[in-house]
């Protein structure tokens, strides 16, 4: 029998297509893994499902009954639970209070019945098998015990299904087992699973049925048992993006940069040489310890263990000015977040920087700096009327563009870019790319943490993919494919061999 059926759903936004007449059936009591890469359209056709969204066209039918305009609360009263990647919980609250939030227990004179509600929060733990103390601070329990409060959360609601996000992004091994017994526990009790995740062993492990999406479409579903992790991987990669011919061979200096058994935290056991002048791209799936690493180096997040050679010398890194009078410059991933200035104009983002690491030179010329700005505009074809706009007039593209600028006159050697084409169109990515292969062949040595495999495809010597805190592959350029690289991110890999013993 069917619990769910969402028929030829599409939904556009601003003109642009992200879902097409998709399909997903979803049978009672099963666990369905939701898969695609990034981008695919499965948090959109989530939302569709839990009222965040309503559809442009289609039909969404629940438990035989058509919820197709249904609001979030009415999801909600239907009996489906969304427990995202992000958990919905609140710090200084205590667990009893997460589960009974707007949901309190109050006698007729409006008083709590704190009691009776500790009493159901145990009566709901005892179910799944977990031991929680409802007066603790939700800021004490442990990532596990986060997840299990959000699930707990669901059951209390009498979640008939529950969507689970990225369950496991945060949780150890030990933990993931848990998380595993739980699911299991409600499915042999009839609750139903949307499963979503990018991990294949986890994947095989825990579900019964599949959905793939790619790029907006419906392309398969079937039984897990009678596929394989390389056959899904096919199915949501499917025929790989043009390399575009931007990427050329060029002659590399020596070792600059190694990294000996590295440990830091959201990575583990990192080890690493890059060369001067190389354009090394990192890659791995969401929570794999590629941008913690990139800000580790930074000195933004500490190195707990290992040995950081830079130039011949040991670095120990402190402080992002240490790093930065170490000619290291970082371009973090959300410009609009942790780059843009947005009350400073062009010209002020792209000093600012620079002047970090003047303070024995406290002035600052304007007819100097207009003259730095000058020759970066035309070295990186910056789009500006004038260098006295605010920097939030420009495209992102331009803005991405100022700030390689702002650390191109730092004089830094070592960039780590994380995500640097992010929110970017084609046409300026592109000149991104352009520009990552001219600092290169300038000599200078750029790290890229990319989850756009066809962009490493097109800037990166070496790729070093990540799985779980840990580099599991390092491959050459000719070896840099969407099907491989997602074969190691998902540790798909050993679900392979796993089935050959």
């Known amino acids: 029998m069917n619990i769910l059926e969402m028929k030829k759903i599409s939904k556009a936004f601003v003109g642009v297509p992200v879902l097409k007449e998709v399909d997903l059936t979803v049978r009672a009591g ?17 939302n569709i499902l839990t009222g965040v969204h309503t559809p442009d066209s289609g039909q969404v039918i629940f438990d035989g ?83 299990t409060l959000e699930i707990a959360k669901a059951i209390f609601a009498e979640a008939k299904l529950l969507i689970l996000d990225e369950p496991t992004t945060a949780l150890s091994n030990e933990e993931i087992d848990h998380l595993f017994e739980i699911v299991n526990k409600l499915k042999a009790e009839g609750t139903t699973f949307i499963f979503i995740s990018h991990k294949m062993p986890e994947i095989f492990r825990i579900s019964d049925r599949y ?23 096919s199915v949501m990669v499917g025929s790989s ?23 830091g935290p959201g990575f583990e056991d990192i080890v690493l040489s890059v060369r001067k002048g190389e354009v090394l791209g990192i ?33 120990r890194n402190n402080s992002i000015h240490h790093a930065m009078k170490n000619r290291i410059a970082f371009l973090p991933a959300n410009r609009k977040e942790n780059s843009v200035v ?59 563009k100022v700030f ?6 730092t004089e830094a050697e070592i960039l780590l870019l994380d995500n640097p084409t992010q929110g970017i169109d084609v046409g300026a990515k592109a000149e991104i790319y352009k520009l990552i292969l001219k600092l290169a062949e300038e000599g200078k040595t ?35 494919t969407e099907h491989t690289v997602m074969m190691y991110a998902t540790n798909a890999v050993d679900v392979e061999e796993a089935k050959q013993l």
Request: net charge negative.
């Open 30 to 46: 099963e666990v369905h893994a939701l898969l695609g890469e990034n981008g695919a359209g499965k948090s959109t056709l989530m």
């Open 65 to 147: 009954e058509d919820i197709t305009n249904c609001s979030i609360a009415e999801s909600e009263k239907k009996g489906i639970a969304f427990v995202h990647q992000e958990l919905n919980l609140f710090n200084d609250l205590r667990v009893y209070e997460n589960i009974f939030f707007n949901k309190e227990l109050v006698t007729r004179a409006g008083r709590l019945r704190k009691q009776e509600m500790i009493h159901k929060c145990n009566d709901v733990f005892d179910r799944l098998g977990v031991s929680i103390d409802p007066l603790e601070m939700v800021e004490h329990l442990s990532a596990s015990e986060k997840q």
């Open 211 to 233: 959905t793939v999406l790619r790029n907006g479409e419906f392309m398969e579903t079937g039984n897990i048992a009678d596929t394989t992790a390389q056959k899904i991987t």
């Open 241 to 263: 993006f043009s390399t575009a011919e931007i990427y050329h061979t060029r002659p590399l200096g020596d070792e600059l940069m190694s990294f000996k058994d590295v440990s």
């Open 283 to 315: 890659t791995g799936l969401q929570g794999s310890g590629t941008s913690e690493f990139l800000q580790s180096v930074f000195g933004e997040l500490p190195v707990f263990t290992g040995e950081v050679v830079i130039g011949g010398k040991e670095f």
């Open 342 to 400: 947005p009350d400073m104009s062009i010209l002020e983002n792209m000093y600012i920087s620079e002047h970090t690491l003047s303070s024995d030179k406290p002035i600052i010329k304007q007819d100097l700096e207009l003259g730095k700005y000058g020759v970066q505009k035309e070295n990186l074809n910056i789009k500006a009327a004038t260098p006295h706009n605010l920097v939030v007039s420009l495209s992102g593209g331009n803005q991405q």
């Open 404 to 409: 390689f600028a702002r650390w191109l006159n």
């Open 446 to 480: 750029v790290v890229v943490n990319s989850q756009e495999i066809p962009e490493l495809q097109r800037i990166a010597d070496r790729c070093a993919v990540f799985y779980s805190g840990r580099i599991v592959k390092l491959l050459s350029h000719d070896e840099i």
